[in-house]
């Protein structure tokens, strides 16, 4: 398995960018599907983005389209949530997560039950 670490997260206003980025170790980073969800004060861990093992494809989920942008650095093990035009409905805890053999299909679905491995998580909070 993959050990992932998460780190950016903060505070900030409405309307602010922030960047996390989650350096990846332990495994091979380039088998891995990475994902990014997030949880909420009080609700489910939902689906944010994802990126396939090269960065051929990537899926979001349509609250955060055109706002954020999901990347990753291959040399660096890294893969990054780029984040803009922040709401406060944003304000979450931040997971990264890796999962393996996952099609298009399968990545579009956004099921977190795809991803095996998964960091702490990052708190970000946008103020209004």
């Known amino acids: 398995q993959v050990h992932l670490v998460e780190t950016g997260g903060g505070l900030v206003q409405a309307g602010g960018s922030l960047r996390l980025s989650c350096a990846a170790s332990?495994?091979?980073?380039?088998?891995?599907?990475m994902g990014w969800f997030r949880q909420g004060p009080g609700k489910e861990r939902d689906f944010v983005a994802n990126?396939?093992?090269?960065?051929?494809?990537?899926y979001y989920a349509d609250s955060v389209k055109g706002r954020f942008t999901i990347s990753r650095d291959v040399a660096k093990n890294t893969v990054y949530l780029q984040m803009g035009n922040l709401k406060p409905e944003d304000t979450a805890v931040y997971y990264c997560?890796?999962?393996?053999?996952?099609?298009?299909?399968?990545?579009?679905?956004?099921?977190?039950?795809?991803?095996?491995?998964w960091g702490q998580g990052t708190q970000v909070t946008v103020s209004s």
């Open positions: 997560a890796a999962g393996r053999f996952m099609d298009a299909q399968v990545m579009a679905s956004g099921n977190l039950r795809n991803f095996g491995s």
């Open positions: 332990g495994d091979t980073f380039t088998t891995y599907t």
């Open positions: 990126i396939d093992w090269n960065g051929a494809r990537t």
